[in-house]
């Protein structure tokens, strides 16, 4: 039997960068994001002074350099928060670099000077996968866009970035945050409070980013004087909506009627975000969808931009992706 002798062929690259402060919040504490980025990209790095330097296969070493280069430039850049730096950071370059490569055409080069961020109050936004990006682009270039994909994605979370940019720059003069009030798995009646204190739990995730985004007293302010707007969907009917960005949050929960009921309501000036996710429908059995529905009746119209997001677009922790890919092959099978 015949055996295959064979060399791998490794190679190494220098990287040198002139801040050493900003290079210590990016190795991390006992250069822990290294060892974590070696084991990612499968690379060998060591820190000399401001200089890095990476050994291993050609494109592995391409990877780790991008990332590197990626992550340094974002730290740079004068409103970023050195304080919420951590891991994540590398591994959002990763996700980005390997959804590129994969999906570039032969000859297609990625403008990895292309800018895209939306300026909040207290931080810029940038885009954290593929599916973001397009997702970000959309919602700069579209009036109605329709957001789906499983929990996790940056869906509601990008939309309020985007509301809220806006805002910042007086492009427009309200905010408008709404969902149905439909009741997964509790009864609303059962819940104490008037009708404001028993949908608040349910539009929670909304409040969380606007606090992230926005100091908490200008949230307050902006509530309060109406130029951010927070309701169930029902309270949106007989409304025209001027001036506004509109955010539809889980409208997979919607029905047919009260879908076309707020499709119908952008007025002039306005922007509407439609985000749901149709494998958590939490309708009464045999009501259909208003989300599914309206997918299929708007698809051919060029203003409309419909963006999917899927398990590699999760932004939280990694196993959460791992448990929406599983979910999807068992439900295939």
């Known amino acids: 039997m015949d055996v295959l002798n064979y060399k791998i062929k490794k190679e190494e690259i220098s990287l040198e960068f002139p801040s050493n402060s900003l290079i210590a919040v990016l190795v991390g504490h006992h250069s822990i994001n290294l060892v974590k980025l070696e084991k990612l990209t499968d690379v060998n790095i060591t820190l000399f002074g401001n200089q890095f330097s990476i050994s291993g296969d050609p494109e592995n070493i391409n990877k780790a350099k991008s990332i590197i280069s990626n992550v340094y430039h974002k730290l740079s850049l004068e409103k970023s928060d050195i304080s919420e730096f951590d891991f994540s950071n590398f591994e959002t370059e990763f996700r980005m670099i390997q959804g590129i490569t994969s999906k570039l055409k032969p000859n297609q080069k990625f403008d990895k000077n292309e800018n895209l961020k939306f300026d909040t109050w207290k931080k810029s936004i940038i885009p954290k996968s593929i599916g973001q990006k397009k997702y970000f682009k959309a919602l700069n270039d579209f009036e109605l866009v329709f957001g789906l994909g499983p929990a996790g994605t940056g869906k509601s979370y990008l939309a309020v970035a985007k509301g809220i940019h806006m805002l910042k720059k007086g492009l427009i003069d309200k905010i408008i945050l709404t969902r149905p009030a439909v009741e997964a798995g509790e009864r609303l009646g059962f819940l104490p409070g008037d009708m404001k204190e028993k949908i608040d739990p349910y539009l929670r995730p909304i409040y969380d980013a606007l606090y992230e985004m926005m100091p908490a007293d200008r949230v307050e302010k902006k509530i309060q004087t109406g130029e951010i707007e927070i309701a169930p969907l029902a309270f949106m009917r007989g409304r025209t909506f001027t001036n506004s960005f509109v955010i539809v949050d889980e409208a997979q929960n919607t029905t047919s009627i009260q879908m076309k009921m707020v499709l119908t309501r952008i007025g002039q000036g306005s922007r509407m975000v439609i985000n749901g996710d149709l494998s958590q429908v939490d309708l009464p059995t045999g ?47």
Do not use: C, M, T, W
Not at 310 to 326: G, L, Q, T, Y
């Open 287 to 333: 009501q259909i969808s208003g989300l599914k529905e309206s997918k299929k009746i708007l698809s051919k119209i060029r203003d409309v931009k419909i963006i999917y997001l899927d398990a590699n677009d999760v932004v939280r922790h990694p196993i959460v992706a791992k448990i929406i890919k599983a979910y999807d092959e068992f439900n295939k099978n």
